[in-house]
């Protein structure tokens, strides 16, 4: 019989469908070959995107120069503007504002054929850095009050140019989202007394069914509810309600087991497309006792047809029991 | 600039990136060839699907015999089952249940390659009427809190067969998106006294920018906050909760204007995949001041990625008024 579980946070529920029980096999299509043609994210194409706002590695050059080893710029299509101020506005019954923010590309690395399953822990350790520098770089301005950290792998997950990069847009509003799961994060606190968070990571570690893979500061889970196969949840054993407020040993202690949660997938899923996005706390609430920083990665291998659309349910064919379990397995 | 704009209903936020302007054009693929192969849902092959619940069309013929117009099935691949008692679980700090409910497939039409932007508006009204059917026999069934209608049309919106057919899930809870709908409308009346899906039917109709077409029971409209480009709902004029408490020849009245919407955006979009959905009240509210029901039709015209993912906000290329100006022009 298949099973609905809720998500112990935001409460949405997930249709668990064991009957119809996916393997990684199942999902593996053929990797995609390299699209070619031109790249404005290789070195010496640097001029084509707009100037680059922070750059790692190059040991006194000039900006948008060569010698780089990290380099960030603004999305050259944005969907958000940095000039401006915010400018709310009502039209009859409805609402409007200003589309004021900031939409940055992080170049993760200057080859174009890395990717996050193949880069060393050092150059992910450095594209972990780069995430906290923008926060914190953005939340000085005083217009934005939340920013999303996300990357597109693939073109099912919407990557329109190969060359490994993440992206980050900083917004006017807390995204709906985040306000779910700091909604349900405070109502439990306000009956537990004790962070949600905290309490899944505590007792992941001692079912150990839903675990992928640990080390002394992360643990790497595939959630209770999840909303698609192989989902994957990375989240720091110690409570922290921001995702800069990390002692700097933890960002190494991350991106090793960020980097071995990459390829475990990678290998698993044929390495399929994926999305995964950063939630930290707000930018001006660094401190909750009931919030706690966490990384959510999505492989792309189902698609959100009309019932999940109607109803935000997710209708998932393979248990996250599983999908752990195929990931332990995974051979490195 | 881009432009923020908020649900009126939910509150969810989307950006409107006037800059990226899509047009129809810009959509349009090439319309994908018939797949051909084994169908179920075909005539001659009734044996292949779950006895059915339901048929129209046949004079006193036997059931899963030949000679229906419309046919309605178990889906031979349910997300629930009908079978067993909703038993609800912890198991630590999760939550979890049986997945009791019913999944049923709705052929709309023995002719393999009808679509709803081709059949008569006779057809049209048949398939209307049988969802109406559906949800009063189902409604009977007390474990069930809600019914959720939608169809999923072409590969890119999950359909997995191509023969014309929708589905319906019946769900022993109310799904997250309809609460959220309820928890807005109910806001809204406390504030307001008034409905604000009649309040939007007002405005649209006043404001005319957003209406893709109109009748004297029924209006279909861009919605001013849409998820993707080219989204359109269809409102009842006249305020009524639940779908199954229409007036006999307002179902005729739905058929002509659902219709000439399905024509519209299969000339202005080219055929491309959709979802649509039927947002009706809870099975056991059928009469509240503040819900008024609808269908919501999503085009399949743009990819959710790591943003959309990680935030609920969504970004869309096309002004709905915009949408709605190309879909009035459409020569039919």
Redesign the interface.
């Known amino acids: ?6 998500d ?1 946070i935001v ?3 997930v ?3 064991k009957e ?1 029980g996916k393997r990684p096999s199942d999902f593996c299509v053929e990797r995609t070959a390299s699209r070619g043609g031109f790249c404005p994210f290789c070195p010496g194409n640097e001029h084509t995107t707009p100037p680059e706002v922070m750059a790692y590695g190059r040991d006194g050059g000039r900006p948008d120069g060569p010698g780089w080893t990290l380099r960030v710029t603004p999305n050259k ?5 940095i000039e ?1 101020n915010l400018d709310k506005q009502g ?9 004021i923010g900031a939409h940055e590309v992080i170049i993760e690395s200057p080859q174009h054929n890395d990717t996050l399953a193949s880069i060393s822990v050092k150059k992910f350790a450095e594209v972990l850095q780069s995430y906290r520098d923008r926060l914190i770089d953005l939340s000085r301005d005083t217009r934005f009050k939340y920013i ?1 950290v ?3 792998f693939g073109e ?4 329109s140019l190969e060359h490994t990069h993440s ?1 980050l ?1 900083a ?3 807390v ?4 306000v ?1 799961e700091l909604n349900g994060a405070r109502e439990y606190f306000r009956y537990k007394e004790r962070c ?1 968070f905290c ?2 990571v505590r ?1 992941e570690l001692m ?1 150990g069914s839903r675990v992928v893979t640990e080390n002394p500061h992360f643990v790497a889970v595939t959630p ?2 999840p909303r698609s196969p192989f989902e994957t949840w990375i989240l720091p054993k110690r409570h922290v309600t921001s995702y800069v407020d990390m002692w700097p040993d933890e960002y190494w202690s991350l991106a090793q087991l960020f980097s071995e949660t990459m390829k475990r997938l990678d290998l698993a899923l044929c390495g399929c497309s994926y ?5 930290t706390g707000p930018l001006r609430d660094r401190e909750l006792d009931y919030y706690h920083w966490h990384f ?1 990665i ?1 492989p792309k291998l189902t ?5 999940e ?5 997710f ?1 998932n064919p393979t248990p996250p029991e599983d999908a752990a379990k195929y990931l332990r397995e995974v051979q490195l």
Not at 91 to 99: R, V
Not at 309 to 313: C, T, V
């Open positions: 019989m298949p099973e609905l579980r809720k112990p409460g949405r529920w249709i668990i469908s119809r299509f944005p969907a958000l503007v401006g039209e009859g019954l409805y609402d409007k504002m200003n589309g999303l996300f990357k597109n099912k997950a919407g990557a992206q847009i917004l006017p509003v995204p709906e989202l985040v779910e949600v309490d899944i007792q079912q209770y509810a999305n995964f996005v950063l939630h959510e999505m698609l959100i047809a009309g019932f659309w109607g109803s935000g349910f209708i």
